[in-house]
C-alpha cells in the first residue's frame, strides 16, 4: 500500500541552503563563476529541470489517479507478458516514449506500493532505454545523415541494433529469471483497485495529496547534487577527464587519421565529431569504415562522462541517490557493451 506522507520542507530549506553555500564558495574561489555565468550556466538549466520533473510527476500522478495504466500498458503488453513484467512495467514503457522522468517516476511509484518489485524495476529501466533512444532522434537524424551521408546512416543502423540487442536480452532475461505477477494482482485487484481509485478520487485530489512530498523528496537530492556537477564543470573535472580518456583510449582503438573525429566527438559538441567526419570523409582522408567506427568509439568515450553530467543529479533525485546511481551506471554499462558488440560485427564482416 502506498503511505501517504507530508513534504518535508525544512529538509528542503536545507538542500536548498546547502546548495547556496556551494554556489557562493564557487563564486569566491573558481575563476571560470561569476554572477552572470551563475545565472546562465546553473539557475536556469535548473529551474528548467525543474520545471520539467515537475511536469514528468504530474503525468505520472494523473496516469494513476485515472486509472490510465491498463490501456497504456496494451501497447507493450504482449512483449511485458512474455518478460513476465506484467502492465505497470509496459505502461511504464510506453510513457517512455514521450517522457523519461514519468517513465521512471511511475517505476518508482509502483515500487514504493509493491506493486512491482524490485528486480522488475531495474529491468523495466534498462528495458526503456528503447523509447528513449527514439526521444531525441528527430532532431540529430537528418543533420547528421546530411553531414555524414551513408557513414551516418550505418551508424544509426549500428546504435540502433545496439539498443534492440540489449531490449532482447533484458526481455529473455525477464522471461527466466524474473517471477511472474500472479494473475490475482495482475488483473483482478488491478482493475479493483482502478475501480475505487475512480469512485473516491479523481485526478486532481491525487496531485494534490501525493505530489508535494513526492516533488520535495526529488528535490531534495537533486537541487546540490546538480549544483556539485555544475561547479566540477566550472573546475574543469570533466575537461581534464575527457582529456585524459582522449589520449589514453583512442589511439588504439581507430586509425589515426580518425582520430580528430573521435576527439571532437568527445571533448566537444557531439555534432562537432560529424563535421569532422563529414570532412575527412568528402576529402578521402578516411574511409566509411573508418569514419563509423570513429563515431562509434566517440559514442562509447562521451556519453559516460555526459551521463554522469547530465543524468546523475535526475537519476539520484527520481530514484534514491544509491539506486539512481546503481541505475545509471548499470544502464551506462550495458549500453556500451552492445556498441562493442555491434561495432566488432560490422568490423569483421563489413
Known sequence: MHRKSKPNYRRLALSVLLSVVLVVVGLVWIDAMDGAAVFKRLVIPLARLCVFIGIGLVIAQVIEAKGWTKQLGVIARPLFSFANLGQRCSASFSAAFFSGVTANAMLVDFHQEEKITKQQMFLTNFINQFPAYFLHLPTTFFVVVSITKTAGLLYFGLTFAAVVLRTIIFVIYGR??????????????AGKTYKQKKKTTDAWQAIKTRLPARYVGI???????????ALLTAMGAFDALRDIMADRLTVEF???EALSVVILSFVAEFTSGFAAAGALLDQGVIT??????ALIAGNILAFPVRALRHQLPRYMGVFSPKMGLQLLLMGQFFRIVSLIAVALVYYFVA
Open 176 to 189: 527466466f529469471f524474473v517471477k511472474p505477477a500472479s494473475s490475482h494482482n495482475e488483473s483482478d485487484s
Open 219 to 229: 528535490l531534495y537530492y537533486l537541487v546540490p547534487i546538480y549544483v556539485s556537477i
Open 254 to 256: 581507430v586509425p589515426v
Open 288 to 293: 566509411v569504415k573508418e569514419t563509423v567506427l
